[in-house]
T-cell receptor
């Protein structure tokens, strides 16, 4: 089975620009979550998508948005980039039955640098 | 609000030493899940273990063992006879079970383990 793949692996943007990060879920998984990991810190939950709808969100402003597609792949969009948005963005997929705590399978991340 | 504290920022040991990584958590829920993940330099987080709040049995998997103590809200991780390949950042994480379908993990700040040959 293929794991979680993310693209691009690295990118550089300037303040005020917009960025789209992409994620392909592991085969058989129906839930996608996105996390932001600043340098030297633990990942922070951005949001989660299940059945193409956002069903949980962390403490991130609305300029962070996402999509989940029918094939369970996902996008993370960030508008009006700020310097503090520089981080490793991790996508994780899982299979959810609506209860319990799923084991997340993470991708290797997209490293965003905002200048 | 839930919180995970990993007080050890960095640990350095020599190969074959035993090492314990500490994790202390806070939650108001009676039902929750605890995790450990490993993050090698390549970046992806690798799942190591999941434990639910009703299962306080310690677990051993090869050189890895976990000690869960609800009385002290701790979920510590021990590597026996460490190896250079164990060098990575290790994260402890907590998930509350209240919200159906929403399984956000709250991560600690991580412990960087360096195993010297």
């Amino acid at each position: 089975e293929t794991g979680v793949t993310q693209s691009p692996t690295h990118l550089i943007k300037t303040r005020g620009q917009q960025v789209t990060l992409r994620c392909s879920s592991q085969s058989g998984h129906n839930t996608v979550s996105w996390y932001q990991q600043a340098l030297g810190q633990g990942p922070q939950f951005i949001f989660q998508y299940y059945r193409e709808e956002e069903n949980g969100r962390g403490n991130f402003p609305p300029r962070f948005s996402g999509l989940q597609f029918p094939n369970y792949s996902s996008e993370l969009n960030v508008n009006a980039l700020e310097l503090d948005d520089s981080a490793l963005y991790l996508c994780a997929s899982s299979f959810s039955r609506g209860n319990g705590a799923n084991v997340l399978t993470f991708g290797a991340g997209s490293r965003l640098t905002v200048l | 609000a839930q919180k995970v504290t990993q007080a050890q920022t960095e640990i350095s040991v020599v190969e074959k030493e035993d090492v314990t990584l500490d994790c202390v958590y806070e939650t108001r829920d009676t039902t929750y899940y605890l995790f450990w993940y490993k993050q090698p330099p390549s970046g992806e987080l690798v799942f190591l273990i999941r434990r639910n709040s009703f299962d306080e049995q310690n677990e051993i998997s090869g050189r890895y063992s976990w000690n869960f103590q609800k009385s002290t809200s701790s979920f510590n991780f021990t590597i026996t006879a460490s190896q250079v390949v164990d060098s990575a950042v290790y994260f402890c994480a907590l998930s509350e079970a209240r919200f159906t379908g929403r399984r956000a993990l709250t991560f600690g700040s991580g412990t960087r383990l360096q195993v010297q040959p």
